[in-house]
């Protein structure tokens, strides 16, 4: 093993595509890329946390909610009962709601949201898809429980960047690869799997460094 890196994927699903969109579910990996001679693999160096964001207590008033994006959501996670269960919570107010509705997936207000992605990022890059609209949602988030964000700026690390610079050096597809189930945690998974791809096509792509002991006067 050559090199390591080290930090945090978060991906979030929101109820609009606007500067004001809301999240109602997030999932934060961390992980670390072992870099090879010949490749990349990727491993958790912790349990990943998958929440649904509980707004019932605080109002949401001048954030957007778009019914385009809940009825594609609706589609995308047709039977699932994470989406099912905040739906009806958000939407039907009096529902007759069951439990939680799998192992592993929190419902949790915006507040303990963000102390625990806080928690989890601590010094290290933090890695978004597309973080010129993951960032503003997270941002919204804050605001909602004025808060402050649970990072600095200069730890924001983005997956698109990362895909421009690899297609000015060779074809590369940028298409996520096809999960099981949509949601935030298999997305965040996905993604860290693309950085990996990156990391070691690029670190194979270097150029190979200097043999002092076989250069000649």
Not at 121 to 139: Q, S, T, Y
Request: some cysteine; hydrophobic content about 40%.
């Amino acid at each position: 093993m050559n090199r390591s890196i080290n930090g945090t994927m978060i991906d979030g699903e929101t109820l609009s595509l606007g500067p004001k969109a809301l999240i109602w579910e997030v999932a934060v990996v961390p992980f670390r890329i072992n870099i090879f001679e010949d490749g990349a693999t990727w491993e958790t160096t912790g349990l990943p946390y998958h929440a649904m964001i509980d707004y019932d207590d605080m109002s949401t008033r001048g954030f957007d909610i778009d019914m385009q994006t809940i009825a594609w959501t609706s589609r995308q996670r047709r039977g699932d009962p994470a989406w099912d269960y905040w739906r009806e919570k958000h939407f039907n107010p009096g529902a007759d709601l069951k439990a939680l509705p799998r192992p592993g997936v929190m419902l949790q207000d915006p507040s303990n949201v963000l102390f625990n992605m806080s928690h989890m990022v601590g010094d290290k890059p933090v890695w978004f898809r597309n973080a010129a609209f993951d960032v503003p949602a997270i941002e919204n988030l804050a605001g909602i429980c004025q808060r402050e964000m649970p990072w600095h700026r200069r730890q924001q690390s983005d997956l698109y960047t990362q895909i421009n610079m690899i297609k000015q050096f060779m074809d590369f597809d940028d298409k996520l690869p096809a999960a099981a189930e949509h949601t935030a945690l298999s997305d965040a998974m996905a993604q860290i799997g693309q950085l990996t791809d990156i990391t070691g096509k690029l670190y194979a792509q270097r150029a190979p460094s200097a043999d002092l002991g076989e250069v000649t006067p």
